[in-house]
């Protein structure tokens, strides 16, 4: 069929507003990239706008020579990865088992939920909590008191109660128990939402800072994150700067507005390597109880 000249003046305007978001929304990042790469020492930051006009590494030299930064990798990648499937898991073990009106203590369970979904015990009672179970300077702190998140729980819980009672009760009939149900059906049928929730909480494991700075008090057992905060506020000065970094190999020195840049790229790439392998599910899984059938 022929458009007419009102649908096409309309899909112009369509595809120049997306590309106009598109353009907005990517530029930022774009901008810190080329800032990383750029010699501060020959150029002004107000003259770089899409490509540096003096490439250079030395930047990433700066981030990466910091002699617990490999060490700190090791933890962030660890974290996330432990934290992320284990999180998933628990959310997804107790979600399911609300779904259950049969179970002892339901409501109990769901109101706590809920009242933790909405309020905080504190930071003080937080960390006293944490003293109590000896997860003080563990590497533990970073998993156990992420494991549940309520808001996560009531999104799963809302999922499975909208599958048809009929997989389960076809299941129960060939002999399957509520085990068998959960790992054979529930969780490869939810592999979409599942999905999403592993990004989400990667990302959170991933950018997670705070818990290394207040709760971790050993420098071997801090991730990335506060590696590169503690690092880039240690390069305050360029006394600072000489004494805490191995800087002798490097003819110029960065300014710490292309270090910053740097540890922002540096930090975030990996994450962003992880989206394509989660990209199929995580579309779907994002859309779910957006249309109710």
Same mark, same amino acid.
């Given at each position: 069929m022929k458009s007419s000249n009102g649908e096409i003046t309309g899909r112009i305007t369509i595809y120049a507003v997306l /590309?106009? &978001?598109g353009i907005v929304t990517l530029y930022?990042?774009?901008? /810190?990239?080329? &800032?990383?790469l750029n010699d501060s020492t020959v150029v002004n930051y107000s003259k770089v706008f899409f490509w540096t006009s003096a490439f250079t590494l030395d930047n990433f030299k700066v981030i990466f020579s910091t002699y617990i930064f490999y060490d700190a990798f090791k933890i962030s990648v660890a974290r996330t990865v432990a934290g992320s499937l284990l999180s998933v898991f628990c959310n997804a073990t107790l979600a399911y088992g609300l779904t259950k009106k049969k179970l002892i203590g339901r409501n109990i369970f769901l109101s706590i939920v809920l009242i933790t979904l909405f309020f905080s015990g504190g930071l003080i009672p937080f960390y006293m909590v944490l003293k109590k179970l000896t997860l003080i300077n563990t590497f533990w702190v970073y998993i156990i008191p992420m494991l549940y998140n309520?808001?996560?729980?009531?999104?799963?819980?809302?999922?499975?109660?909208?599958?048809?009672?009929?997989? +389960? +009760?076809?299941a129960k009939i060939d002999g399957a128990n509520d085990l068998k149900i959960f790992f054979k059906l529930i969780i490869p049928t939810s592999m979409p939402l599942l999905a999403a929730m592993l990004l989400f909480a990667a990302v959170g494991h991933w950018?997670?800072?705070?818990?290394? +700075?207040?709760? /971790?008090?050993?420098?071997?057992?801090?991730p990335v994150q506060t590696v590169l905060m503690r690092t880039i506020l240690q390069m305050?000065?360029?006394?600072?700067?000489?004494?805490?970094?191995n800087l002798s190999y490097i003819d110029k020195q960065p300014s710490m507005e292309s270090i910053k840049m740097a540890a922002i790229v540096a930090?975030? &790439?990996?994450?962003?390597?992880v989206y394509p392998f989660l990209q199929k599910h995580f579309v779907q899984g994002v859309m779910i109880g957006s249309i109710k059938e």
């Amino acid at each position: 069929m022929k458009s007419s000249n009102g649908e096409i003046t309309g899909r112009i305007t369509i595809y120049a507003v997306l /590309v106009l &978001i598109g353009i907005v929304t990517l530029y930022p990042f774009w901008y /810190v990239t080329i &800032i990383s790469l750029n010699d501060s020492t020959v150029v002004n930051y107000s003259k770089v706008f899409f490509w540096t006009s003096a490439f250079t590494l030395d930047n990433f030299k700066v981030i990466f020579s910091t002699y617990i930064f490999y060490d700190a990798f090791k933890i962030s990648v660890a974290r996330t990865v432990a934290g992320s499937l284990l999180s998933v898991f628990c959310n997804a073990t107790l979600a399911y088992g609300l779904t259950k009106k049969k179970l002892i203590g339901r409501n109990i369970f769901l109101s706590i939920v809920l009242i933790t979904l909405f309020f905080s015990g504190g930071l003080i009672p937080f960390y006293m909590v944490l003293k109590k179970l000896t997860l003080i300077n563990t590497f533990w702190v970073y998993i156990i008191p992420m494991l549940y998140n309520p808001w996560t729980i009531i999104l799963m819980k809302t999922y499975f109660s909208s599958l048809p009672l009929s997989i +389960e +009760e076809a299941a129960k009939i060939d002999g399957a128990n509520d085990l068998k149900i959960f790992f054979k059906l529930i969780i490869p049928t939810s592999m979409p939402l599942l999905a999403a929730m592993l990004l989400f909480a990667a990302v959170g494991h991933w950018n997670d800072w705070i818990m290394g +700075e207040i709760y /971790v008090m050993k420098p071997s057992l801090h991730p990335v994150q506060t590696v590169l905060m503690r690092t880039i506020l240690q390069m305050s000065s360029y006394h600072m700067m000489n004494q805490s970094l191995n800087l002798s190999y490097i003819d110029k020195q960065p300014s710490m507005e292309s270090i910053k840049m740097a540890a922002i790229v540096a930090t975030t &790439i990996p994450i962003l390597l992880v989206y394509p392998f989660l990209q199929k599910h995580f579309v779907q899984g994002v859309m779910i109880g957006s249309i109710k059938e």
